[in-house]
């Protein structure tokens, strides 16, 4: 395993991490037997970031991975990185709540949930804009100082709001869209992202010495290798809300993935280690999270470290990409 280090974080962290999102049963290939045996097949790979919200399946990721981190003994041999600021009722419709009470509610809930007395890295998961970033920063303040959390994260900000938090209460680690076809994103999933991750947030991670896990970093599947040209989901796959794999934009995705892959060919390699390279080569990136449906899919995603991309092969690559840098 290849393991990276950043200035304002203390562990090394492997350069995979996990996405525990399918661990919640909004994919078609969810299934808790299967995530705890992607759990123990990963930290017996080196991985040791786990990262989770509450969201993912509605508070049941957080108990999966919880669950098999003390079955298993594992927990002192990961990170955990989890989220908050996302709340919902019967309807499941979310609504944004950086407020001071509701991150002392959430707090507690996630430590429940995940059995354990700390999360390592708490990221706001979207922002709020009906709270005042000096409040968010109070209550972060005050759960860091209980010792129940050790870093301080952000998923989705703008990075003027970033320079604010990292002001008052320091930011040690950020989270973005990113990957091959999605490197300055308009928006995700229908929801408008108010930062361009290659052109704003990359830089600013590398300047405070932050760390940087990049999310989506497969395409939700198309880079993985695993989509056809006319693939469908399932309404109960959250996938199927995505309007990036419907229509003509779905179709201009595929044909770059189709050039991707004829390189990848070339190559001898499988596009999606191709894309984890992409990637990992770059300084900035910390821990890429990836989803992993199956120990086989882990193991394919985590053979990509063995091998590195040349100069001349990332820039056929850069090539390649190039007219995807600015798609919504």
Known sequence: MIYKKVPRIEEEISAIGIGCWNFGGDWDTSSDMGADKVIQAAVDLGINLFDVAPVYGWNHAERVLGKALKEHQLRNKVVIASKCGLTWGADHVTSNNLSRANLLSEIDGSLERLQTDRIDIWQLHWPDPNTPIEETCEALAEIKKAGKIRYIGLSNFAQKDMEVFHKIVGVDA?????????????????????????????????????????????????????????????????????????????????????????????????????????????????????????????????????????????????????????MP
């Open 174 to 326: 950020q989270q973005g869209l990113y990957n091959m076809f999605e490197r300055n994103a308009h928006s995700y999933h229908n929801i408008p992202l108010q930062y361009r991750t290659e052109d704003e947030m990359l830089p600013n991670v590398k300047k405070y010495g932050q760390g940087f896990l990049p999310y989506s970093p497969l395409f939700q599947g198309l880079l993985a290798g695993r989509f056809t040209r006319n693939k469908t989901f399932s309404s109960t796959d959250i996938r199927s809300e995505n309007p990036k794999f419907f229509g003509d934009l779905y179709q201009t995705y595929f044909d770059g993935y189709e050039r991707l892959k004829a390189f990848a060919d070339e190559m001898g390699h499988p596009v999606n280690e191709v894309a984890v390279n992409w990637l990992r080569q770059k300084d900035e990136v910390t821990a890429i999270i990836g989803g992993a449906s199956s120990v086989k899919q882990l193991e394919q995603n985590a053979a990509s470290l063995a091998w590195s991309l040349t100069d001349e092969e990332m820039k056929r690559i850069n090539e390649i990409i190039e007219p995807y840098r600015e």
